[in-house]
């Protein structure tokens, strides 16, 4: 399964919401359309997600003029280090519109702006297309590969020896990278379990494995990779109750991959919560 790119919608309003969501679906293409009304709800789901495109209202309680939340959720993208390609939204009037416009585009590198007094909805549908076009290109320029992701603060040439002679894996360290990359660079971001998020190995069987945050696809996965032939007799022998290594509850692999004499899977966690996993994110 191949994730697809996130878009959040952070309106306090239903109507605007749904125009956003619409603008959103006449593009076409994979998008998960997540909507907060409020900034600890958009909070959540920024540390949950990485988002591509972001619609952001300033204010985010129709009864109070002075509500400029829609702030805080820019500079909460932004602390995340997400290339997110924001929008600003606003309906305000008075002499401070322009004011908080032009520091929200400076300060939270904002791509554009939208006037709910005078937008039309095929506005919106150019604002998201081009802001997807940069978020992509910038993404593009900043992302962390999937083994530097998983090999963290590690030496690099201790770790790779370690995992390729633990899996026997039958190729060089390129080769090693490549094959790590592929199997998991739908679902970077990932956020590790522990601090380090060092990946185990068990040496009976060569399996090694890990448990990570997807902010991709907002889920726990786990990551195990070993010897082809040995792969899922390993995980069979070391599954109890469902459970791999009695404590990881897996779904259907999401993602398998076999090359250089090593079978990998990606595996959705049926248990895990962001809230279980660390604050450090790996791009």
């Excluded at 998008?31 to 988002?51: C, G, P, Y």
């Excluded at 081009?130 to 770790?159: I, P």
Aim: hydrophobic share 40%; proline share 1%; glycine share 10%.
């Amino acid at each position: 399964m191949r994730s697809g790119e996130n878009v959040l919608i952070v309106e306090d309003e239903d109507e605007w919401s749904g125009a956003y969501e619409r603008a959103v679906g006449a593009l076409g293409g994979n998008h998960t359309v997540k909507t907060a009304k409020n900034l600890a709800s958009a909070e959540r789901l920024i540390d949950a997600v990485k988002f591509a495109v972001a619609f952001v209202d300033i204010g985010l309680d129709i009864t109070d003029d002075r509500n400029v939340d829609g702030l805080l959720v820019m500079e909460r993208i932004r602390a995340t280090g997400d290339e997110t390609s924001i929008i600003v939204v606003t309906g305000r009037s008075g002499q401070d519109v322009l004011s908080i416009t032009r520091d929200a585009i400076k300060k939270y590198n904002a791509y554009d702006t939208v006037g709910k007094g005078s937008v039309a909805p095929a506005d919106i549908r150019r604002l998201f297309e081009g802001g997807l076009k940069e978020y992509r290109k910038a993404a593009a320029a900043g992302r962390k590969s999937a083994h530097e992701a998983l090999r963290g603060d590690a030496e690099a040439m201790a770790w790779d020896y370690r995992l390729m002679q633990a899996s026997n894996f039958k190729g060089d360290a390129s080769n090693f990278y490549e094959f790590l990359d592929t199997l998991l660079d739908d679902y970077l971001p990932i956020v590790p379990r522990g601090k380090d998020g060092r990946l185990d190995v068990d040496t009976s069987t060569g399996l090694v494995y890990g448990d990570y945050w997807s902010r991709a696809i907002a889920a726990a996965i786990a990551i195990c990779f070993g010897a082809a032939e040995q792969f899922d007799q390993a995980i069979e022998v070391n599954s109890t109750d469902g459970r791999l290594f009695g404590k990881y509850k897996l779904g259907d692999a999401l993602q398998e991959l076999t090359d250089h004499g090593v079978k990998g899977a990606v595996f959705p966690l049926a248990e895990g919560r962001r809230e279980d996993f660390g604050a450090r994110l790996t791009n």
